[in-house]
């Protein structure tokens, strides 16, 4: 009969036993290759002392002491994150290659149904071969627990995925359904199907870093949001990430005390901001900085479509998201891209409650036969419905151009911008002066000596009579033309006033976005 020290020292026996994890040389063998276990990954994201474990002794029912897969490969618990609470699921690769087997998915799904009922953000951590392959179908069976909670979790808790190490075939797919993916550069591998896949069924030959690396999901597929240096980097990004957001969607977020005490000094650099010539590009990066607090912007998705840039700020201390064209590229012209990551990014902030800024300099939808047959209507109505569904604050400054749809889709009046204050730069039509000169005026410039004078003289015309930024706040558009230099002021002002805004929707299961 044991006695009750026994039963304390085996417990701790068996408790150091497990956290050696895959044991010494597999723990080598990770730092070897730049990677950290998941409980030191654990460490560097939670508050010291904070973390709670659970489910350390949780094994496979034919290892039931984890002899070979202690904790059953991955490590799951909450604690604090800058002090608040968070959910956590870390896949540790030197236990079976951190491979999904029944158990292993089981605790990654507790976890997260915890997070669902506490209201706090949840962060998973993958560094997997997939599917363990001993497992099988039961395997495979947790794999769809877990795509089905994170759908629970969608628009409910933050949830942030983390790329440390391989993630591929329909793994990949939670990520996928998560708010935010950060990809550790060269560690990190995201793909369907592998090299090996691709060369039998295409004869197409590639290596895994440049089939789904860092580089290829943050820069080319758009499915990643941030690519991190290591994986210190990627716990920094996604601490950073969460001191923009609210716990849940019933919770406002955080109000930052330090930034909330800011002077608001006009600006008189966003004065000088708009090239006198108005198809000159410049970096609306340069008027974002100026009108968040600090001058902290959180770009989210900044080496993907880079013709729209959105991200998190703060103003006055208050969180918002802000969606802005970037004229240095493409003009600032919205394309198929650029309107998919937009929506997301504004779905996501509506859902929680996070207030839009919008920076509008918008020539238009960009023309041209690939955008028409990749479906740009399909994917620019995306944005109308995001921002027409979108019950949160919206604001809108008008710096440049304004044109037609494409204004529209950059939450203009009509699509329920609470605010629209536009530049004495801004030029709003229902197209552009070049355009609209060739179509009015077509017969009298075939007609006319001087085609070019003429041409000069109706574009002004047009922009004097039609494109005004003064005719648009006639008609009850535009609320109000301000002075650059004033933006901050006037965003501070309506943000006070608009947070409680309360916006009624008729009852439906939910609306049909266009995909
Ligand atoms: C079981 C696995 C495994 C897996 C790796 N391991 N992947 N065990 N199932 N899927 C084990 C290895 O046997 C090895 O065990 C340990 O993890 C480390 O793997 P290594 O190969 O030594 O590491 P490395 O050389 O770094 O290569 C990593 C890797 C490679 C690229 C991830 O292991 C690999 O290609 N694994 C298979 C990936 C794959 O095809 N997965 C798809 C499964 S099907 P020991 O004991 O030697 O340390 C799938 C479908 C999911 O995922 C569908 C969901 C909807």
Redesign the pocket.
Known sequence: MPTTRDLLNELEARRNRVLEM?GPA?VEKQHQ?GKLTARERIALLFDPGTFQELGLFAAPPDDPDGTKFPSDGVVVGCGAVNGRLTFVAAQD?TV?????GAMHAQKICDVMEQALRCGAPFIQIND???????EGVD??HG??HI?RINTLLSGVVPQISIIA??C????A?SPALTDFVIMVAKEA?MFIT?PEVVKAATGQEIT?EELGGATVATDFSGVAHFMAQNDEDAIRISKRLLSFLPQSNSADPPRSAETEALEFAPDPFLDEVIPDNPRAPYNVLDVIVRLVDGGDFLEVQARYARNIVVGFGRIGGRSVGIIANQPSVLAGALDINSSDKASRFILFCDAMNIPLVTLVDVPGFLPGIEQEHGGIIRHGAKMLYAYGAATVPKMTIILRKAYGGAFLAMCGKAMGADRVFAWPTAEIAVMGAEGAVRILYKKELDEAADADALRTEKREEYRRQHASPYVAAGHGQVDAVIMPRDTREYLLFALEALHTKRELRPARKHGTMPL
């Open positions: 895959g597999r290759s690769f079976g290659g951190g491979a999904v997997s071969g997939g599917a363990r392959i001993q395997a495979l794999y769809g795509f190490g391989p591929a075939g329909g793994a797919y591998k592998g895994a």
